[in-house]
């Protein structure tokens, strides 16, 4: 039996792809009378071969259970998200500012501190930042960018617009899944894809390599990169080794690479090699034992006083982090406005810091309310999601936050659009979803058209990370006069 759009369940959610009454989107209208036209038996063939094709590709991520590492395949819904050209364009332009901003904040940080001793952001919230290396005073990288990589979460109010939930600066992850969600999206409904006008989102690796290549501080034609793993163990291998492929890159561990005379180099079996540019994906403290944690094994001893000289580039560069912070977002805006002298193009959610006493005072009294995270945990780790919490739970929060105030920040718990989704049998259901596009920077701004689209797959919930058991679906930016 088809799909009965008009049965679609009415929510009090801006829904991505059907408003009130069944009815489609303009951007989505081409996708919608598709699936209504679909037989039963044609949408089940659709989503086996989904499957079928994530596990001939080898999608997968890992999930640490019970000191066990378990690989699963990727979860993936078929029915894409859309967003028309019009709203991401904007979207677009916003990200690139906010990257833009953030960079500049950083470089002063580890600098002049102009904006510190100006009294915009107040010192103590980057001293006690457990992101913040002293390690990295005095440094410039390339073009003053610190963090070239970056995944900034997107959520949908109630009304449509796009909030900045956070931004990701250390080693975001997951661009390798929104670029597979297409090649798989492809395969399921090639149709769609002569008939709409779909943005392709497949320049993020060349644009990648462009990045990383204007970084190396050799004036070479083909410098050497390399992408830092640390191992196949690791919750992302899938996408350290999809991205070095993809760039042409070798893919090494810490042990692959060797310092001499304040100079990287990888080993080879013909010898050592020069290493101009390393993306990394470890995190500061594992990766020069020499300077951080002295009992890891992950990263080169070395690495940060050749960095320090500028004869090797790393992306993203340490202390990058700093900007990560969930207490430094609340500042963002007037990081915009300081370096930029332009006014936010995309707003932050509301947030309160629990350092402070009267935001504290209202976070304990309001805390079956509000959504609680700790400053510096990602992948939904945590977090109290009030409205779907115990009194058990909030009376341990409350706890917590009186004890370490200072890695506590409250937002209101947003209405997160939905999208419909295949989620029991083939009945289409609304489920919450987020977005994470990714930005690059090195000599010019890039970013890309869409995202992923990580979906919560359980009826209510609000999480969407894999980990926590959320699903993704492809990501469409729809040229909305072309349809």
Request: include cysteine; hydrophobic fraction near 40%.
């Amino acid at each position: 039996m088809p799909i009965k759009w008009k049965e679609y369940p009415a929510t009090d959610f801006f829904d991505e792809l059907v408003m009130a009454g069944g009815r489609s989107r303009p951007a989505a209208k081409p996708l919608i009378k598709y699936l209504s036209k679909l037989s039963e038996q044609s949408l089940i063939e659709r989503r086996d071969a989904a499957d079928v094709t994530i596990e001939q590709m080898g999608i997968s991520f890992t999930v640490y259970s019970d000191g066990e590492n378990i690989d699963r395949a990727w979860p993936f819904d078929i029915i894409p998200r859309i967003i028309d050209k019009k709203t991401w364009s904007v979207t677009e332009e916003g990200l690139k500012q906010r990257l833009k901003a953030l960079n500049c904040f950083i470089n002063d940080l580890y600098n002049k501190q102009s904006i510190l001793n100006d009294g915009i952001v107040p010192k103590d919230i980057i001293l006690k930042s457990k992101n913040f290396r002293p390690e990295c005073i005095g440094v410039t990288p390339p073009h003053g960018v610190w963090a070239h990589i970056c995944g900034t979460d997107l959520v949908r109010d109630i009304d449509g617009t796009f909030y900045v939930l956070e931004d990701n600066l250390r080693v975001p992850s997951g661009v390798s899944y929104m670029i597979e969600n297409r090649a798989i999206t492809k395969r399921v409904f090639p149709e769609l894809f002569e008939s709409m006008r779909i943005l392709p989102n497949n320049a993020y690796a060349a644009e990648l390599l462009k990045m990383l290549k204007s970084l190396s501080p050799r004036a070479i034609k083909q410098p050497q990169i390399v992408v830092l793993t640390p191992g196949v163990f690791n919750s992302a291998y899938f996408e350290h080794a999809f991205l070095a492929q993809q760039i042409g890159a070798e893919l090494v561990e810490g042990s692959d690479l060797v310092v001499k005379e304040k100079k990287v180099y990888m080993k080879t079996i013909s010898g050592l090699e020069r290493v101009d540019v390393i993306y990394r994906r470890i995190d500061d403290l594992f990766i020069d034992p020499a300077e951080f944690n002295p009992e890891s094994v992950l990263g080169v001893s070395g690495l940060m006083e050749a960095w320090r000289q500028g004869n090797v580039a790393l992306a993203n560069a340490p202390g990058a982090g700093v900007a990560d912070d969930k207490v430094v977002y609340a500042y963002v805006p007037k990081i915009i406005e300081y370096y930029l002298d332009e006014k936010p193009i995309l707003p932050n959610v509301e947030t309160y810091l629990c350092e402070n006493p009267e935001h504290q005072a209202y976070v304990l009294e309001h805390l079956d309310e509000l959504v609680v995270k700790p400053a510096n945990e990602s992948g939904g780790y945590g977090m109290l999601v009030g409205p779907h919490s115990t009194k058990k739970m909030r009376d341990t929060f409350a706890k917590l936050i009186k004890k370490h105030p200072r890695n506590y920040v409250a937002q209101p718990t947003l209405k997160l659009s939905t999208a419909p989704t295949l989620c029991d049998g083939l009945v289409p259901k609304p489920r919450h979803l987020d977005l994470r596009p990714f930005i690059l920077q090195g000599k010019s701004l890039y970013c890309t058209k869409g995202g992923l689209t990580r979906v919560a797959l359980r009826e209510g919930s609000l999480v969407v990370n894999s980990s926590q058991g959320g699903g993704s679906k492809d990501t469409w930016i729809v040229d909305e006069e072309a349809v």
